[in-house]
């Protein structure tokens, strides 16, 4: 039987979740919730949900086994928490939460009661980024030495209508970006143990750019340009950019280097791409990866199919905890000038098989 799954939050990320949800046979979406129950059942009418009503609608739903969590970060680890009270298995969309304490609560509980949580990004776990991923862990290249990865533009505010949370605590491109590149390296080199960044702002104030509200000023409260330098348990290192500040934009640079060769990565914001191996200085392979058929839900499909197994989920909350560790890590890093040590250890899944297709109902 499909596992019966229910939405709260219905805002603009909701689309591209409902459209792809639609097309699994694993999964069934039974309702959706929005504290705008009107945005609730709009979209409920779009995609054919059966019920819709307020963030209870699911939480309460019968036939709710699992609640994906669409809502701001700030509601991130309260509406999580209460779906784990109500008896649900959660996948969040990222971050977890938006501090180490109730996030860490939030997966205490969860395990206290037997359920699961999992959590976004599900790119990296889009065919583009698996393919690299098993290459590295095929050896290809050798033993793996060092990571590298780059995201950097002139920041959201040149498009977005409200760009403040962009800008203020929870936000940063370190928060807002880093977990497709930072789930990425730990996938690829293991878990962090230890990150010294540098880093800082270009500007205190930022101007509204686009909108109806374009040209209102807003204060800048966290830092918007880091360098970052990851020592990881197995014995590599990263090194990352995260930059709003850029006048460069040049976003979804990932790189795995090994002891012969260097695997270049697709975006780990997108779910297919290019897979460059480079030995000797030239091109020894590249594969296009279609991205067809995968979509944001992936990952509640890899979610529903672990329960089955009774495995954790690959992108489980305890991957989504160390990454946001290792962000606060970075940020604090930043504010006292130190290294700062990671403590917290997830399970490192192995790479989807190949040919693994959320289209296809597990037997
Ligand atoms: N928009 C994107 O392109 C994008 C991409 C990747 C990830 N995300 C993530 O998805 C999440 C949602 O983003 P979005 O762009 O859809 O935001 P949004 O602001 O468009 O929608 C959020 C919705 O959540 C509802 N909501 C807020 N608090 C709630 C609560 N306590 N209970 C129930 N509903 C509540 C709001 O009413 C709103 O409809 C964010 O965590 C964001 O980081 C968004």
Known sequence: ??????????????????????????????????????????????????????????LDHPDVDLVVNLTIPAAHAEVSTRAVRAGKHVWSEKP????????R???????????????????????GLQAALRSLADGTVGRPLAGLAIMQNPGPDAWHPSPEFFFSAGGGPVLDMGPYYLTALVLAFGPVTSVVATGGRARDLRTVMAGPRAGADFPVTVPTTANVLLRHASGPSSVALFSFDSGLARTGVLEFQGASGTIVAPDPNRFGGTVTTHVG??????VEVSDAGTGRGIGVVDMVRSLAAGAPPRASGELAYHVLDIMFAITESIDSGAPVEVTSVPPIPEPLPSGWSPLVAQP
Do not use: W
């Open 1 to 58: 039987m499909p596992v019966g799954v229910g939405l709260v939050g219905a805002g603009n990320i909701s689309t591209q979740y409902l459209t792809h949800l639609g097309t699994y046979p694993d999964l069934r979406v039974v309702a959706l919730g929005d504290l705008d129950e009107a945005r609730a059942a709009g979209q409920a009418k779009a995609f054919g949900v059966p019920d819709a009503g307020g963030p209870d609608a699911v």
């Open 96 to 103: 977890l939460g938006l501090d180490r304490a109730s996030a």
């Open 105 to 127: 609560s939030l997966l205490d509980e969860a395990a206290a009661r037997g359920l699961q949580v999992g959590c976004a990004p599900d790119t990296v776990l889009g065919p």
């Open 281 to 286: 200085g030239t091109v020894a392979d590249e």
